[in-house]
């Protein structure tokens, strides 16, 4: 088939909520990735900071095939051993106690807030906190998660949202003081924002978040699901900070690939929050998810991956930081590790990642005027020089 018939196709049939780049992605080996008829692309984006070890890792399709051929699903009312590793293993990575699996970031950025709202009735038996999550965040599409976005572009047509969330300023301390009232249960934020053009957190910024947290018995949670699990040089990019959330989201590279989110709870939250009856899932911490997770953990440890991220991401800094030296156009650098971008004036950015693909580049955009690269975290030297070659031809 060609990528015009699948093209063709999937317009007929699926509904029109994204303006896809005109290319049809059939498989992938290493970095690499190839469409329907067979043209080779270097893989920059990871199916949007997802896949970070790679295409075909044989260790990590292995112990899928494994656990497909033994157990897919269960649900929740029984216990099964991948899921009961994969929880150790993400609860002993953050340094926190409990873990909820869920099947994506959206619902684990919905049971943060109910986290947060149930902690918060168990001390005043009130209902109506209020949750501070920042402007240019990005969490999610459902209802709740949409609510906590803020972005009005995404929200407008959607109102109602759900009550009790004020935005402040991302790296303004003065901003979140000012949204601060009797009735804030909770603050959320992205540690480096990602779809909102990758803006790094300021260390006294979360800092000073932690701090109005801890004065005031306002739960921390932190949206680690593009930021966490390697991508910024450390397991979860708070831990550059040495600021601990009181309550995780993870996604994306957690299962590499696999649909499988998480939301982690400190030993304070875990003890005064959920308990049986106020949440569920039927797929989230299937035992082939966790087996993915819990492999992926493995791989991490034994492969040193995040070890290899800091090593390479300062060789792709470099050679960015001198992109925006050598081209007008090009603003700024902004990002942590492999998480990077480009701030592009002038021209459209849209059009730089159209004619990359042409030059068989993958790249992605954040914001309206951000070029994104959030690669596979095992990409070598040769492929940052590999894509710096056919980005300047794009360019
Ligand atoms: C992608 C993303 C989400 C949403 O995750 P899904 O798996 O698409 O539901 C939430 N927060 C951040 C920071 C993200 O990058």
Known sequence: MKNKDIISQAE?????TYNRYQIALDKGEGVYLYDAEGKKYLDFAAGIAVFALGYQDKEYNDALKEQIDKLIHTSN????QPAAEAAEKVVKAAGMDKVFFTNS????????????RKYAYLKDGSTDHEIIAMNHSFHGRSMGALSVTGNPHYQEAFKPLIGGIRFADFNDLDSVRAELTEKTCAILLEPVQGEGGIYPADQEFLDGVKAICREKDILLIFDEIQCGMGRTGEM???????????????AKALGCGIAVGAFVLNEKVAKA?????????TYGGNPLACAAVSKVFDIFENRRIVEHVREISAYLEEKLDLLVDKYDFIRARRGKGLMQGLVVEGRPVGEIVNRAL???????????????????????????DEMLEKLEQSF
């Open 236 to 250: 979860f990019a708070w831990q550059h900070y040495g600021v601990q959330p009181d309550v995780m989201t993870c």
């Open 273 to 281: 929050s959920l308990v049986p009856g106020d949440h569920g899932t």
């Open 358 to 384: 042409d030059n068989g580049l993958i790249v992605i955009t954040a914001a309206s005027d951000v070029l994104r690269l959030v690669p596979p975290l095992v990409i070598e030297k040769e492929h940052v």
């Open 105 to 116: 970031g959206t619902e684990a950025i919905e049971g943060a807030i109910k986290v947060a």
């Open 12 to 16: 007929q049939y699926i509904l029109h």
């Open 77 to 80: 009312l029984y216990y099964n």
